[in-house]
């Protein structure tokens, strides 16, 4: 049901709703200049896109919509704005896993990395692209993907909430 909130929470102190009625939101970012800020809402299954607004409320300024991916956490690509969304393609299995992990279990939540790429009028939607799908065998249950950047070298770093290991990812050139 989307009882979900974004809640700011201040440096004054200040905590207060930002926004309400979204669906299971799960993870949360932001543009690199602060001027968005980023929610999956995995039960849509959406990201949004929202403007803070001055009496510290988000207002609605995009939205991308996926089939057959369940969006969990969202990183920034700090140099280029992109966003990295991790998520499920196959949310039973992802939950079967993460009941029947510590006893054993055949299950293997498969996942999925999309790269989102803003444009610049916030209005229009995201161009979007899945860069990574795995089986559920590389790092089962993947719910965040971040890149790491070194000099030229540039890779990708996945986390789960559920693995006691990250795996990390070179891109194909
Ligand atoms: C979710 O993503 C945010 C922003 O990229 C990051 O700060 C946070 O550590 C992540 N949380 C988890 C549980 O992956």
């Not at 809640?7 to 543009?31: D, F, L, M, Q, T």
């Not at 995009?62 to 920034?76: E, L, Q, W």
Request: proline letters at 6%.
């Amino acid at each position: 049901m989307p009882w979900g909130h974004i809640v700011y929470y201040g440096p004054e102190g200040i905590v207060s709703k930002a926004r309400s009625g979204i669906a299971y939101p799960n993870g949360i970012a932001r543009s690199p200049g602060g001027g968005l800020i980023y929610v999956a809402a995995s039960s849509e299954p959406s990201v949004y896109a929202f403007k803070p607004t001055y009496d510290g409320a988000l207002q609605l300024a995009g939205k991308a919509t996926f089939r057959g991916f369940v969006p969990d956490n969202i990183s920034v690509d700090a140099a280029t704005g992109e966003l990295l969304v991790s998520g499920f393609l196959n949310t039973l299995e992802m939950f079967r896993y993460n009941r029947e992990v510590l006893f054993g279990t055949d299950a293997r939540p498969a996942s999925a990395i999309r790269r989102l790429i803003p444009s610049a009028d916030a209005r229009r939607r995201f161009a979007e692209e899945s860069i990574l799908i795995h089986s559920g065998d590389l790092l089962p249950s993947t719910t965040i993907a971040v890149v790491q950047r070194r000099n030229n070298m540039r890779r990708m770093v996945l986390g789960s909430v559920m693995a006691d290991h990250i795996a990390i990812c070179e891109y194909q050139q």
